[in-house]
T-cell receptor
Framework: DAKTTQPTSMDCAEGRAANLPCNHS???????VYWYRQIHSQGPQYIIH???NNETNEMASLIITEDRKSSTLILPHATLRDTAVYYC????????????FGTGTRLTIIP | SQTIHQWPATLVQPVGSPLSLECTVE??????LYWYRQAAGRGLQLLFY??????ISSEVPQNLSASRPQDRQFILSSKKLLLSDSGFYLC???????????FGPGTRLTVT
């Protein structure tokens, strides 16, 4: 699986949009971009994933650049409960069972 | 809706003692099941996965083993724990037709 690079930590004011970047310059054509988050002492939570097109669900939006070498996860109106470590993962979905979690971005929502 | 359970939530065991962690999934059939470990301050490491009853794949060599005696039950075991086995153990599942993995609440194991 392609390696991802994320900032170690970020702060965001409560109520503002949180934009979390991820670089995956070695991504291959059949690899998807997945985002998970892990709130302290809990299991990771699936947020969203995409291949080429931008995606949106009830939790977040995922913006993938046209060359697919980077992406941004957007939490449109951050709340204190969004404080967590956010993981960007790239993987192919063909017989690949492994989700390789890096160290992620520690997002702190400031009241 | 699907739910995933793990127990115990926390465990303190001496070095050399055996281990058995259990994971069960409700609300789905024939899920793929996974065991991950997260050491303090580090990312998750996939230990085992299973695509069906009795089918176990190991991702890393270690003194742990896994078994799947029933469709929705996944067990992580050890005959003799090491200090390095301490960590946060997470079970996850995914449906065969989708690729998102859903995680349980985890077991925090401390080997003393």
């Amino acid at each position: 699986d392609a390696k991802t690079t994320q900032p170690t930590s970020m702060d965001c004011a409560e109520g503002r949009a949180a934009n979390l970047p991820c670089n995956h310059s070695t991504i291959s054509g059949n690899e998807y971009v997945y985002w998970y988050r892990q709130i302290h002492s809990q299991g990771p939570q699936y947020i969203i994933h995409g291949l080429k097109n931008n995606e949106t669900n009830e939790m977040a939006s995922l913006i993938i650049t046209e060359d697919r070498k980077s992406s941004t996860l957007i939490l449109p109106h951050a709340t204190l409960r969004d404080t967590a470590v956010y993981y960007c993962i790239v993987r192919d979905n063909f017989g690949n069972e492994k989700l390789t979690f890096g160290t992620g971005t520690r997002l702190t929502i400031i009241p | 809706s699907q739910t995933i359970h793990q127990w115990p939530a926390t465990l303190v065991q001496p070095v050399g003692s055996p281990l058995s962690l259990e994971c069960t999934v409700e609300g789905t059939s024939n899920p793929n099941l996974y065991w991950y470990r997260q050491a303090a301050g580090r990312g998750l490491q996939l230990l085992f996965y299973s695509v069906g009853i009795g089918q176990i794949s190991s991702e890393v060599p270690q003194n742990l083993s896994a078994s799947r005696p029933q469709d929705r039950q996944f067990i992580l075991s050890s005959k003799k724990l090491l200090l390095s086995d301490s960590g946060f153990y997470l079970c996850a599942w995914r449906e065969d037709r989708t690729y998102e993995q859903y995680f349980g609440p985890g077991t925090r194991l401390t080997v003393t």
